[in-house]
């Protein structure tokens, strides 16, 4: 963990993505995950990987039955776990790469909304994700479009 090194937060502040958007993204995300899973969402055990300050994390914390956040840019965890104190949040965040992460048991829904694009060992990464989904589980990724420059 010592050699890992995140610049891509340094001059991005979580008040910047409008609530709004985390909101629709969560309700998006969540129609998806009771329609494919057969089961509400507030049965969900979620893992959010690379959670940042954890804003999508709290959303979908309103919903469903526990959401652990995987963050390993230690600064940007720091503020997710202020954010959880001010917010006495039962969401718990940990501060390592998620092939680095331990736990037991599995999760129904893994989230990893653009965060691919900063793994470091992508492959490992999603072996990882994909040993901590329950048989049947979902996970729902997004990724910036690499052409955002010169077109929509």
């Not at 469903?64 to 001010?86: H, L, Q, T």
């Not at 917010?87 to 965060?115: A, M, P, Q, W």
């Not at 989904?133 to 990724?143: C, D, E, I, R, S």
């Amino acid at each position: 963990m010592n050699n890992f090194k995140q610049e891509y937060f340094r001059d991005i502040l979580p008040s910047q993505i409008p609530h709004s958007v985390i909101a629709a993204t969560v309700r998006e995300i969540l129609i998806i995950a009771e329609k494919r899973l057969q089961k509400k969402a507030k049965d969900l055990r979620v893992l959010d990987v690379g959670s940042g300050w954890g804003e999508y994390s709290f959303e979908l914390g309103k919903y469903v039955k526990e959401v652990i956040g995987i963050e390993p840019y230690k600064k940007v965890y720091n503020v997710a776990i202020k954010s959880k104190s001010i917010r006495k949040s039962r969401i718990n965040f940990y501060n390592c790469k998620v092939e680095d992460f331990h736990t037991k048991g599995t999760f129904d829904l893994i989230v990893s909304l653009t965060t691919v694009e900063h793994m470091s060992h992508v492959e490992r990464s999603f072996k990882k994700i994909f040993s901590l989904l329950k048989p049947g589980g979902m996970v729902y990724v997004t990724a910036p479009n690499k052409w955002w420059l010169f077109e929509s």
